[in-house]
């Protein structure tokens, strides 16, 4: 969706900006691990919400224990999504 923005803004009536904002995070070990557990979190109500996975299916509280088990002592690196802003205002 993030590069489709300006012709998603135009089709409402809005005038796009013509400059987008990115931003990815690229991370490893705990730090990268932390980032994941919290970014879940804050995702948990909206995971729940739209009946992606169930509070038990997340299970937040081992969530990192988790992650640790699968990547091993050094972990992987990783990639977040990449993250596209973007702004328009309405027509005079």
């Known amino acids: 969706m993030g590069m489709r923005l300006p012709a998603t803004f135009a089709e409402a009536g809005l005038l796009p900006n013509p400059n987008l904002d990115s931003e990815v995070a690229i991370g ?3 730090e990268a ?4 557990v919290d970014l879940t979190r804050s995702f948990l109500p ?3 919400a739209t009946g992606v996975a169930t509070e038990e299916e997340v299970d937040i ?3 990192a224990e988790r992650l640790r088990a699968d990547t091993g002592a050094v972990g992987r690196v990783t ?3 990449t993250v596209v802003g973007a702004f328009a205002t309405k027509p005079g």
């Open 28 to 30: 490893v070990g705990e």
């Open 79 to 81: 990639f977040w999504p």
């Open 61 to 63: 509280d081992t969530l």
């Open 46 to 48: 909206g995971i729940i």
């Open 33 to 36: 691990i932390r980032r994941i």
